[in-house]
């Protein structure tokens, strides 16, 4: 007999021989029969058990086999139940106390302990309903590109340079070479544009070793990121990622319904996304709130101040913060007609910066020009610049954490809720 799914047992008869297999999630004894609730991917069914010498060998969270007949009853979660003729236990559990609750209402362990437990953690499918979000983000995301035209790309994570800057870089012997885990694939999404891709995105890990553990960072993320060519200005970029998050949103309302409403969270409605300078969204920041804003940003306290005023003034959950001063900006920016500044843009959500991005520059002598300027060595990037020699269109791009979109449509409030096994500055493991 196949196995059925427990979502599928809607469609099935009663009385009909079913073969499922899963976890025991539930054991509910009674003095002649136990009520005892199997989980599979797919949901949790009530079985019936009256036989003593299968309930004596069961144990919650042991994996089994179990061939019933369907019965319809309106008082059985679901409305389905069914009755156990046979139940073979084919992964034996070995623990004396589970580390915590799997079935309750309430998980009561610490966050700390449910990531140390992460695979037992995830068994509730309420914490694995946020994967299935995340993945149906990056799904939106690759099937939006593509219909754009645009090639998915996989680029090196083992890296000769640091691309953004900073101290954030991990460092790698390689084979005796001091090399980087990278930043971001920011050069070769450019010269893969260059190559003649025009168009390309890439869903890939990132890494930053950030030295402080917050609620917003980690140290190995997931960035989706995008670079496109013949662009005008920045503004086409914005666009382009507005149309996207608009699709992105709309294909969760079509795909994840169940997972939604186990998550009760209400997605947002976009209209226009406001577009306001950083100097702008800075005065207002200080002339409303009295807050004051660290030079060429705004700190995590003022995005969130920011987005109040947003979402009061323009009913938006999202706001494109534009224009960062050059000194803020990676050397490969494109200045802006004001002195100073750069053709570049943060997307802040709900308060939280989720992208960045701007136009490059992508003239040779205007890129070796900034990068001396900003104190880098020309001679250790040719492996990058060497592209710009050979004719480059203009062109930008962006990148999106993949789980700061997460955690923020979900209303999660910490990053790690959205990361499948997080690396921080505390964890390797598991
Ligand atoms: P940036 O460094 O701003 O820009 O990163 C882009 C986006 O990646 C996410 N992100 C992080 N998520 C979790 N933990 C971190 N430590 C972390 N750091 C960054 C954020 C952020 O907005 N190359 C440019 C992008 C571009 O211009 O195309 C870049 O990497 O959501």
């Avoid at 299968?54 to 389905?80: F, Q």
């Avoid at 559990?93 to 990531?115: M, R, T, V, W």
Wanted: with cysteine.
């Amino acid at each position: 007999m196949k196995r059925t799914l427990i979502l599928d047992l809607q469609n099935k008869e009663e009385q009909e021989q079913v073969k499922l297999k899963g976890w025991i999630h539930n054991i509910k004894k009674f003095k002649h029969f136990a009520f005892v609730i199997l989980r599979d991917r797919s949901g949790v069914v009530q079985l019936v058990i009256n036989k003593k010498e299968i309930l004596d060998e069961l144990k919650l969270e042991m994996t089994v086999e179990v061939i019933g007949s369907l019965l319809k009853n309106k008082n059985a979660p679901n409305g389905i139940e069914v009755t156990v003729n046979k139940v073979n236990v084919i992964g034996k559990a070995y623990y004396d106390l589970l580390p915590f609750s799997i079935n309750g209402k309430d998980i009561n362990a610490s966050f700390e302990k449910q990531l140390d437990y992460r695979t037992i953690s995830l068994r509730r499918m309420k914490t694995r309903g946020v994967f299935k979000i995340q993945q149906e983000i990056v799904n939106a995301f690759r099937k939006f590109l593509l219909d754009e035209g645009f090639n998915e790309i996989h680029t090196p994570k083992i890296i000769g340079s640091e691309t953004e800057g900073g101290s954030e870089v991990f460092m790698v012997d390689y084979f005796g070479t001091r090399t980087f885990l990278a930043q971001s694939p920011q050069f070769y999404k450019q010269m893969m544009v260059g190559a003649g891709f025009e168009r390309v995105f890439e869903i890939g890990h990132a890494y930053r070793a950030e030295l402080h553990s917050t609620w917003r960072h980690l140290n190995e993320y997931v960035s989706l990121d995008v670079e496109v060519g013949f662009i005008k200005d920045e503004f086409d970029l914005m666009k382009l990622e507005e149309k996207m998050i608009k699709y992105i949103i709309n294909h969760l309302s079509d795909n994840c319904d169940r997972e939604l409403k186990m998550l009760k969270v209400k997605l947002p409605v976009i209209k226009e996304i406001p577009k306001i300078t950083l100097i702008e969204a800075q005065e207002i920041l200080l002339e409303k709130y009295d807050k004051r804003s660290p030079i060429g940003n705004i700190d995590a306290e003022g995005e969130k101040l920011f987005a109040k005023y947003i979402k009061e003034k323009y009913d938006s959950d999202f706001v494109f913060l534009t224009k960062y001063p050059s000194s803020k900006r990676p050397v490969y920016t494109m200045p802006d007609k004001k002195e100073g500044m750069t053709k570049s843009f943060d997307l802040i959500f709900k308060g939280l910066e989720i992208t960045t991005g701007g136009q490059r520059i992508h003239d040779y002598d205007m890129l070796i020009k900034n990068i001396k300027k900003f104190g880098g060595k020309p001679e250790r990037m040719e492996f990058y610049t060497e592209t710009f020699k050979y004719g480059m269109p203009p062109h930008g791009g962006f990148a999106i954490g993949l789980e700061r979109i997460t955690m923020m449509m979900l209303d999660l409030d910490n990053i790690r809720k959205a990361t499948l096994i997080p690396r921080d500055i505390n964890r390797v493991t598991p």
